[in-house]
């Protein structure tokens, strides 16, 4: 609580900072602009009055005054307002700039492999040693080994380390000790664009965008054509949904998605990720939030677009993986277990006992 509470207050204080110039510069700008007006009219009243009186300037001419005056009173006016909304904007600019210009501590390298390199290369976990700042040690010496072309399940309990080991993949953060080798060589040493390039993620939260049906496929590869943006559709099972629209592929989905259900976001992700055709597939929680139907039509489609890549797939719902190559059970930070969905089971051991309690046949 704290914690939270001093992040709060610093974010609060940076925003406060942020906004103290932009206020100060409208609190006197605005009255500044009044003041002029009113000097500028009173001016103008007075100093052409006497004039027109001395005769020196035609009534007409002293009329024609007043009413250009006054039709100026209003712009001069909204000039002080667009000032104090072109300083409030500035003021939210600097705090954008300042995120896009934060450094990256990633060491960005230089090896950029080949597709089909990469396509036949395992990934290794070597002696891997991870923690988070002032947090206890996640990982301690882990070593894992994921062959290509094969789906790998990952379960375990909250807090297992499954989030920390596709953090580790995506080089979202880098292990204290050991390394993560892919192609024969260390994350450290790929250019980050190469890397992400090779990785398809779908996560249990989608990220789509306000655009339109189309347009959040295409984010998978911007050069596609519509026959690849339909085969990917497709293949996710959700062509049949949008040919029922009556925009259909040109459809807005609205921010986040909010018009579609949770299982249509997913498998617009996986279209996406379908699209994208990276060497691994990432799905994280992917089916965690949907129903049995819609959990069996995103399976169908995850088995087929993983027979030509490496899919590593992290799931609570353990009828998600049972399918899989290799299920690797992770108890805190350790690979507890290993095999497959028929081993494990009669192994009798962690993975067992979550299979009973998940599909009710514990006695």
Known sequence: EEMEASRVEEVSNEYRNANKKAIRLSAAFVPLIRMAILCGFTATLLIGGKMTLDGEMAVGAYSVLVFMTQRLLWPLTRLGETFDLYQRAMASS?????????????????????????????????????????????????????????????????????????????RFCDPISGKVEWCGKGLEEWKLESLRSSIALVEQ???????????????????????????????????GFIDTLPEGWSTLIGEGGKRLSGGQRQRLAIARAIIKDAPLLILDEATSAVDNETEAALQRSIQKISNDRTTLIVAHRLSTIRNADEIIVLDNGKIVEKGTHDILLNHDGVYAKLWSVQTGSMT
Do not use: H, W
């Open 94 to 170: 600097n705090r954008i700039l300042d995120l896009i210009e934060t450094p990256v501590s990633l060491i960005d390298g230089d090896f950029d492999p080949k597709r089909k390199d990469v396509v036949q290369s395992s990934i290794k976990f070597e002696d891997c040693t991870f923690s988070y700042p002032g947090r206890e040690v996640i990982f301690s010496g882990l070593n894992l080994e994921i062959t290509p072309g094969s789906t790998v399940g990952v379960v375990g309990a909250t807090g297992a380390g499954k989030t920390t080991l596709l953090r580790m993949m995506l």
């Open 205 to 239: 939260n989608v990220t789509l965008f306000p655009a339109t049906i189309k347009e959040n496929i295409l984010y998978g590869k911007p050069n596609a054509s519509d026959a690849e943006v339909e085969e990917a559709a497709k293949v996710a099972e959700i062509s």
